[in-house]
């Protein structure tokens, strides 16, 4: 997450501690309604699906 904070991207605290989780525990993918986690998926490996 520090990628997007040096681009200067802001990203909700809690969006970031929700990805953070999902990749500490081997999640490969987040299904949500937040547009945030697309910023999130450019420096991460994890698939984001928007519903």
Known sequence: MVGL???GVP???LDTLI???A?????DKIA???RDFTQIAKITEL???II
Do not use: C, Q, R, S
């Not at 990749?23 to 999640?27: L, M, N, Q, R």
């Open 47 to 49: 698939v984001i699906i």
């Open 23 to 27: 990749i500490t525990t081997g999640t």
């Open 5 to 7: 904070f040096k681009l």
């Open 32 to 34: 949500t309604l937040d």
């Open 19 to 21: 990805a953070g989780i």
């Open 11 to 13: 990203i909700n605290a």
